[in-house]
Structures are given as structure tokens and as C-alpha cells.
């Protein structure tokens, strides 16, 4: 059955009480992407670090936050200003959770104040009809007041559900390219940069495919910008249709694109890389109007994988001076990237 926000939302603040950590806009917002499984990469750090049942601290989860979700709205006005909703929303509901808190402690305390008055009723010369008239008008007003912000509560639960989704939306929207719909730079850089550490915990092979359409110019130049888009669009379908599972293709500027490929040795990624390019030869180019044919696309790769300790940027490295190998050689081809030395010895 389909969870909503309010129910998740909901079970974000019984967590948080349950582990006596304060509701701050951040933690929650943390945990409403773990629980809706909005951020596969953070419910997976989460199921591994408190693996067991043990419970995460303030600090710990304050970590997640810094990693996960901190920088969404760096290079964005709309999502950083609907981060900032997010934030004072959230912290309407902490108010209001605390609200309720207070006025059940409230009216423990004023019941136990009248209770008291009649604990010894030999010596008490109190009223006991009047008491019991006090306890019944202060029931009536806890449970109004209560209803009152329990109605508020369940509205700014609502508010914040709907504000998580658009913000959701404005984040994918700032990790995909306009033209091809293929994740971005910016997109591919994190999953590439989450990927190195997890080869370098799993001890698994990665292999990053870099890609440039050959005389990507000569179409913008003789046919127009136009055509130029479609040959983009036509690249990035076939790169679409040719990835599975774990790995992620994308768009990283003009005419470039990228693969990275978890559990991948480079004799695989070579393989694949010479499979999409024999595909994207073989596919005649059609201009849309007309339907007149204009020649077929070719693509050069370079191919690379991820030797131990090595960074982010020494792998890309690696694969770019293969794609120049590869343009070097006559375009339309796939080059491999010299095996390096492990870094972490």
C-alpha cells in the first residue's frame, strides 16, 4: 500500500521522539528522504551504519545531513529558496509538536494540583463536587485545545508533504539536461564520486567510458543548431537503451557524454563502449522536415578503469588521453586506457 506524506511524516517525528533526538528542520528532513526512499544513497548508508537496531545519535545523523542533503540548494535559487520553506515549515511543526507536548504535560500538572486537594479527605474540608466540576471543565478545555492543534499539526504535515515534492522535483530537474533528459555534470559527478568509494570498500572494478561525437561542428555548421540537437538527442537514446542495473549514462557538455560502470572491468566497458558506437554508425541521420537522409553520426570513446586510491579526476584523466588516442586514430573508434599502478600501496 502506497504511503503518503502525512504517514511518513508522521513516523519521522515517533523516530526522532523515540530517540529523544530534537525534531530540527534538518534531521527531518533527512529522515522523510530515507523513509520515502527519495535518496536510495542515503537509506543504504543508514541500513548499513545502524545495522542491528542501534539507534543513531544527533551527531551521526547531523554527518548523513552534511553529506546527503546539505549542498542540494548551493548552485540554485529555486531550490535553495525552497529549501529555506522546507526549513521554516519544519520548524512551524516542531513548534506545534511541542505545543501538544506542553499541554499534555500542562494538564498532568493541573490534574495532580487538584488531586491533591482531596488526597486526605478527613482532613479536608475542600468541596469535592467542586473539584470534580474543575477536573471535568480543565478535561474540556485540554481535549478543544488539543483537537485545535492536532488540526494545525495535521495541516503543516500536509504543507510540508507537498513542499518536499516540489522540492524534489526542483532537484531532479537541476540534475538533468534540458536537451537529452540524460542526468548531468553535475548528477554524474556524485554518482561517479559515490561509486570510487564503494569499489574502494567493495574491492570491485569501475570503469568510466568518456565519449565525443566526431565532427559534432560540421552538422551545427552545415545544417544548423537544430540538427546539431537532434544528433545529441539521437546519441543519447541509444546510450539510454544500452545501460542497465547500476550504471549511469549522461550528458556531460556539448558534445560529450559519459558512462560509469560499477562491477565493470575495462575489457567490459570496452566491449559495450564498441557495441553503442557500431549502433550509433549504423543509424542513418534524417533530417525531420524532409526526412532526407544526411549521413550517419560516428562517435570516439575512451575507456577507462579505476585503479585503486585513484581520484575522480586521475580517471577521467585516463579516459580522456584514450578518447584523444581514439580521435588521434581516425575517429570512430574505442581506446582503452593504460592500466595504472595502484595509489593505495
Known amino acids: 500500500m502506497m504511503t503518503t506524506n502525512k504517514e511518513i511524516s508522521q513516523k519521522v517525528l515517533r523516530k526522532l521522539n523515540m530517540w529523544e533526538i530534537d525534531p530540527t528542520p534538518e534531521k527531518y528532513a533527512l529522515l522523510f528522504d530515507h523513509y520515502s526512499g527519495a535518496n536510495p544513497a542515503l537509506s543504504a548508508a543508514m541500513e548499513s551504519q545502524f545495522a542491528g537496531g542501534t539507534n543513531p545519535t544527533s551527531k551521526q545523523l547531523e ?27 519544519s520548524s512551524g511543526l516542531q513548534g506545534l509538536a511541542h505545543a501538544l507536548s506542553s499541554s499534555a504535560s500542562s494538564f498532568g500538572a493541573d490534574i495532580q494540583a487538584e488531586v491533591a486537594g482531596v488526597t486526605d479527605l478527613s482532613e479536608s474540608d475542600c468541596d469535592v463536587g467542586e473539584v470534580i466540576n474543575n477536573l471535568v471543565e480543565l478535561t474540556k478545555r485540554t481535549v478543544q485545545q488539543n483537537k485545535m492543534l492536532e488540526r494545525k499539526l495535521d495541516a503543516a504535515i500536509e504543507d510540508i508533504g507537498e513542499l518536499h515534492d516540489t522540492l524534489k ?37 569501475l570503469s ?44 556531460y557538455g556539448g558534445e560529450e557524454f ?19 558506437r557500431r549502433e550509433i554508425a549504423n543509424r542513418p541521420l534524417a533530417l525531420r522536415k524532409s526526412n532526407k537522409e544526411i549521413g550517419n553520426v560516428t562517435i570516439s570513446f575512451g575507456v577507462a578503469e579505476w585503479s585503486a ?21 581516425g575517429r570512430n573508434k574505442v581506446a582503452k586506457a593504460a592500466l595504472r599502478m595502484s595509489q593505495s600501496a
Request: aromatic share 8%; charged share 30%; glycine share 4%.
Open 63 to 89: 554527518r548523513l545531513y552534511a553529506r546527503f542533503l546539505a549542498d542540494y540548494s548551493n548552485d540554485n535559487d529555486e531550490l535553495e529558496n525552497l529549501a529555506k520553506s522546507l526549513v521554516v515549515q
Open 169 to 205: 522535483r526542483a532537484e531532479e530537474h537541476a540534475q538533468t539536461d534540458f536537451l537529452t533528459k540524460l542526468p548531468n555534470r553535475r548528477k554524474f559527478d556524485e554518482f561517479l564520486r559515490d561509486k570510487i568509494e564503494d569499489s574502494a570498500s567493495d574491492n570491485e572494478p
Open 208 to 251: 568510466l567510458i568518456v565519449g565525443d561525437v566526431d565532427h559534432f561542428k560540421v552538422f551545427n555548421d552545415k545544417y544548423g543548431h537544430k540538427v546539431g540537437d537532434q544528433v545529441l538527442v539521437l546519441v543519447s537514446n541509444i546510450l539510454r537503451k544500452n545501460i542497465k542495473g547500476k550504471d549511469l549514462a549522461a550528458r
Open 258 to 276: 559519459v558512462i560509469a560502470l560499477p562491477n565493470t572491468t575495462l575489457d567490459q566497458a570496452a566491449a559495450l563502449a564498441e557495441h553503442i
Open 309 to 329: 586510491g585513484e581520484s575522480e579526476d586521475a580517471l577521467f584523466e585516463a579516459a580522456d588521453a584514450a578518447l584523444y588516442d581514439a580521435k588521434s586514430g
